[in-house]
């Protein structure tokens, strides 16, 4: 009965052993598996960044990576992205493992950035800022700013390359931006104003600063009228100072929408060249006077033309006459040179002169 009961108590035993060995199997390997998969904790930074949980920033400089860091930490609210070799943002390069970020601002700038393609910020819900600028933007897709419904302020300073120039009215024109309250874009050689309508934003500033824009349309000073709470800041533009410049001329002087309208300069015509467009005179812009004036001298000409013809017209109707009148003046002029030749005559033989005295 002993002998029995030990063997029982020892096929128990040895059931035990074997189940904890099998325990101590499955810690083991769970321990492995979290030292080697890639699980982000919350501590975790990309490489070659520097990341500060407090303020929620994830710095990352001067890298000779050409692709964006993937693993973004989820507590991430400012990304600074600078110096990088990144020629493309591709779509959704911003959304890793299909999930949303909560970051608010993005700088892009610096990065040599070529080309973003369509919704290549979705992922972004709540970015309120977007930094593009000094990259070198040669393309840029409709709807590659769709998926910002938050965005407040888009800077896109000395970015836009001239082949990208022409798509970007149409890159702002998304339905998306409705929100944006800041847009800067200073030196891109912009010859007019890429925005479509301006009703469609709720713009409270815009930055137009150092580019190639001669005149304001009178359409954009319609606008322009119609949204009081806008600043437009246009400074080192080379405005060209006729009278086509008359509607932007006296909204500079009846509006307060231009903060740096006293650094408007005329860069054309020379006469004018240096000289603040606000303090033109209202003549120098006046179309209607200088449009009399054009007119005045159209008349002129063609006055004097009508004169010379009726002129040619008496000479022809009177030609006999006037041929006659000519005939006698030439004979008498004969006449007289005859008169003069005999007494010339007369004076240089000197018999005649003897016979004379």
């Not at 309250?181 to 409270?204: C, Q, T």
Request: aromatic share 10%.
């Amino acid at each position: 009965m002993r002998e029995k009961m030990w063997m029982f108590y020892s096929a128990d035993d040895s059931k035990c052993v074997f189940s904890l060995w099998n325990q101590c199997c499955l810690c083991y390997a769970a321990v492995v598996c979290l030292f080697l998969s890639p699980v982000r904790t919350d501590d975790f930074c990309p490489l070659s960044c520097i990341c500060a949980r407090d303020s929620g920033t994830v710095t990352c400089r001067d890298g000779e990576d050409t692709e964006l860091p993937r693993d973004i930490p989820e507590w991430t609210s400012t990304l600074i992205l600078k110096g990088r070799n990144i020629s493309t943002l591709q779509r959704g390069a911003f959304m890793a493992n299909d999930t949303e970020l909560e970051m608010t601002t993005l700088s892009l700038s610096y990065n040599g950035i070529q080309a973003i393609e369509p919704y290549a910020f979705l992922g972004l819900p709540r970015l309120h800022l977007l930094d593009l600028s000094h990259n070198q933007l040669e393309s840029i897709s409709a709807r590659a700013f769709h998926g910002l419904p938050e965005l407040r302020s888009l800077y896109l300073n000395y970015s836009i390359l001239p082949p990208a120039t022409a798509q970007l009215s149409s890159a702002l024109n998304a339905q998306s931006l409705r929100n944006l309250h800041r847009l800067e874009l200073a030196g891109n050689r912009l010859k007019s104003i890429p925005l479509v309508k301006f009703d469609m934003y709720n713009l409270h500033a815009l930055v137009l600063i150092n580019n190639s824009i001669e005149n304001i349309g009178m359409e954009n000073v319609t606008n322009l009228y119609q949204q009081r709470r806008l600043r437009v800041y246009l400074s080192l533009n080379p405005f060209l100072c006729s009278c086509e410049v008359e509607a932007f001329y006296y909204w500079l002087k009846n509006s307060s929408q231009c903060p740096d309208a006293g650094r408007l300069l005329c860069s054309e015509p020379d006469t004018k060249r240096g000289i603040p467009v606000e303090t033109l005179r209202e003549e120098d812009v006046d179309c209607l006077n200088e449009n009399l004036e054009a007119v005045s001298y159209v008349f002129l000409g063609i006055v004097l033309a009508l004169i010379g013809v009726v002129f040619l017209m008496v000479l022809y109707l009177n030609r006999g006459g006037i041929k006659r009148w000519l005939n006698n003046i030439r004979e008498a002029c004969r006449d007289q040179m005859e008169v003069y030749h005999y007494r010339y005559e007369q004076d240089s033989d000197p018999r005649l002169a003897n016979v004379a005295v």
